[in-house]
């Protein structure tokens, strides 16, 4: 081994991810050819928080996703289930809170996070849905969720081209660059299955999020999706007067 299949099992996934840890900066900046800083930074701008706040880093991996809020002053806790990939992560921001902790049975008290997010760990978490649920029940009412994952490309010559590097470039590449190559194998298989931009609109829908909006970047390799935790009134009802539920804008990337 060590590669995830698409059942991704969770020992398996933290197997994997323990596996690719040693490199997984480097290889993710030669696969995605630099654009993964780009698309950094729109999430970090799309969580919008400031010194004070406290945010959550789901599936944070070596916390390389959470940096930036660190070096803003802001309270993040990167957490992730990997030992792995938590031990390279503690190595290099000794400064970062790291937590081990599962996305579906997160170790938190209710309403503990100003915002959460998560960067390309979603598609891997066995079952996405109580993820997207647990996510809304440590962040607090009126809190945001930012997720970062692949996602389909919108103009169909590119998609093809995409699916075709997919599935023949990125094997040998990373067969070339990272510590566990078969590993890489799942990642396109991952991200074929994996729901498109609507659908994942959907599921934040269901899970009790509201004003769903995302952005598409580079060509809808990846979606930025973008939600509000419903505040709750005195009376005990939800109030999603500020918010439109289920609402989804795609504005250009
Ligand atoms: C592709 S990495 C992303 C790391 C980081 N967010 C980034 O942007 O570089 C995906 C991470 O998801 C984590 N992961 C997968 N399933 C998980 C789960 N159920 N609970 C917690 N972490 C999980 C893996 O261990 C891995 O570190």
Same mark, same amino acid.
Request: proline share 6%.
């Given at each position: 081994?060590?590669?995830?299949?698409?059942?991704?099992?969770?020992?398996?996934?933290?197997?994997?991810?323990?596996?690719?840890?040693?490199?997984?900066?480097?290889?993710?900046?030669?696969?995605?050819?630099?654009?993964?800083?780009?698309?950094?930074?729109?999430?970090?701008?799309?969580?919008?928080?400031?010194?004070?706040?406290?945010?959550?880093?789901?599936?944070?991996?070596?916390?390389?996703?959470?940096?930036?809020?660190?070096?803003?002053?802001?309270?993040?806790?990167? !957490?992730?289930?990997? =030992?792995?990939?938590?031990?390279?992560?503690?190595?290099?921001?000794?400064?970062?809170?790291?937590?081990?902790?599962? !996305?579906?049975?997160? =170790?938190?008290?209710?309403?503990? *996070?100003?915002?959460?997010?998560?960067?390309?760990?979603?598609?891997?978490?066995?079952?996405?849905?109580?993820?997207?649920?647990?996510?809304?029940?440590?962040?607090?009412?009126?809190?945001?969720?930012?997720?970062?994952?692949?996602?389909?490309?919108?103009?169909?010559? *590119?998609?093809?081209?995409?699916?075709?590097?997919?599935?023949?470039?990125?094997?040998?590449?990373?067969?070339?660059?990272?510590?566990?190559?078969?590993?890489?194998?799942?990642?396109?298989?991952?991200?074929?299955?994996?729901?498109?931009?609507?659908?994942?609109?959907?599921?934040?829908?269901? !899970?009790?999020?509201?004003?769903?909006?995302?952005?598409?970047?580079?060509?809808?390799?990846?979606?930025?999706?973008?939600?509000?935790?419903?505040?709750?009134?005195?009376?005990?009802?939800?109030?999603?007067? !500020?918010?439109?539920?289920?609402?989804?804008?795609?504005?250009?990337?």
């Amino acid at each position: 081994m060590n590669r995830a299949s698409l059942e991704k099992r969770p020992d398996d996934v933290a197997r994997m991810f323990d596996d690719v840890a040693a490199r997984y900066d480097l290889v993710n900046d030669v696969l995605s050819a630099g654009q993964v800083r780009y698309w950094r930074r729109i999430v970090v701008a799309a969580v919008d928080a400031h010194r004070g706040q406290r945010v959550l880093d789901l599936a944070a991996g070596t916390g390389t996703s959470s940096e930036p809020y660190a070096d803003a002053g802001v309270d993040v806790v990167a !957490a992730d289930f990997s =030992p792995g990939m938590l031990e390279v992560g503690r190595r290099r921001r000794p400064d970062i809170t790291f937590v081990q902790a599962d !996305a579906t049975a997160l =170790p938190f008290g209710d309403d503990e *996070f100003d915002a959460t997010t998560i960067s390309y760990g979603l598609r891997n978490v066995n079952d996405p849905r109580q993820a997207l649920r647990e996510m809304l029940r440590v962040t607090k009412p009126g809190g945001r969720l930012v997720v970062a994952e692949f996602s389909r490309p919108t103009f169909a010559p *590119f998609r093809t081209v995409y699916t075709e590097y997919l599935m023949r470039a990125i094997p040998p590449i990373a067969r070339a660059v990272a510590s566990n190559p078969d590993s890489y194998v799942y990642l396109a298989e991952s991200i074929r299955a994996w729901p498109d931009q609507d659908q994942l609109a959907g599921w934040l829908v269901e !899970a009790g999020w509201t004003d769903v909006q995302y952005r598409n970047l580079t060509g809808g390799i990846v979606a930025v999706h973008r939600a509000i935790r419903p505040t709750v009134t005195a009376a005990g009802t939800v109030d999603t007067s !500020a918010v439109d539920t289920g609402s989804v804008t795609t504005p250009s990337s």
